[in-house]
């Protein structure tokens, strides 16, 4: 395992020398997506860390062109956010949300709303946490492109049993209305009442002034 290690930092040497820039890198990265997702699910947690700093490296060096992989690693990494050790859910976060930020989202955005609909909450509140976080950095004609899931994820999230992840929808909802207040008041006008009351009151608040990034 310390020699897997070892070629998990390799890699991520390659990218701070700008090795992962090139067009070559990026047309055989496939090859070894398998064999980082074998250390992605090692039971080791020191592995597992490591190769999730390894991914998040890669996807920012990549940028765009890493939205093919991202949506390879998703799954996998959905499974680690579950996991009672907290280094390798912790990392597993770490992973996404880098991913997210720097990935372009219309290729994946599919992969995160299946886990918005796990029957298992802590999954969900993550994941809705990455739609939020994938609505603040991505550009209105990405949005556009994931419009229609998008728009119902949000729905179901408003009235999901978890109050955490109510109000994070309620953060995404006010982001959207900024962008696009014509469609957002259509929506609006299909929650319930009490929904519509907590988005008035987290409105007038300033929820979106108060938010702050989670940083893992």
Same mark, same amino acid.
């Given at each position: 395992?310390?020699? &897997?290690?070892?070629?998990? %930092? &390799?890699?991520? %040497?390659?990218? +701070?020398?700008?090795c992962l820039q090139f067009d070559g890198f990026a047309a055989n990265f496939k090859y070894v997506r398998e064999s980082l997702v074998a250390q992605l699910l090692d039971l080791r947690s020191t592995v597992a860390k490591e190769a999730c700093k390894c991914v998040a490296h890669v996807s920012c060096a990549m940028k765009d062109s890493f939205d093919i992989h991202a949506d390879y690693f998703i799954p996998t990494l959905l499974k680690m956010?579950?996991?009672?050790?907290a280094i390798i859910s912790e990392s597993g976060n770490f992973c996404m949300r880098t991913m997210v930020e720097n990935v372009r989202c219309p290729r994946y955005f599919a992969r995160i709303v299946e886990g918005c609909k796990s029957k298992n909450s802590t999954l969900r509140q993550r994941c809705f946490e990455y739609v939020d976080l994938a609505v603040t950095v991505s550009?209105?004609?990405?949005?556009?492109?994931?419009?229609?899931?998008?728009?119902?994820?949000?729905?179901?999230?408003? %009235?999901?049993?978890?109050?955490?992840? &109510?109000q994070t929808c309620r953060m995404t909802f006010l982001r959207l209305k900024a962008v696009f207040p014509e469609r957002m008041l259509r929506l609006h006008d299909r929650?319930?009442?009490?929904?519509?009351?907590?988005?008035?009151?987290?409105?007038? +608040?300033?929820?979106? %002034? &108060?938010?702050e990034r989670i940083t893992p």
């Open positions: 395992w310390k020699e &897997r290690m070892d070629q998990l %930092r &390799r890699l991520q %040497r390659l990218g +701070n020398g700008g956010l579950i996991v009672t050790v550009t209105p004609s990405d949005l556009d492109k994931i419009w229609e899931v998008l728009s119902e994820t949000l729905l179901h999230g408003l %009235r999901d049993a978890l109050s955490e992840t &109510r929650l319930d009442g009490v929904s519509q009351k907590m988005l008035a009151e987290d409105e007038a +608040n300033g929820i979106l %002034r &108060r938010s």
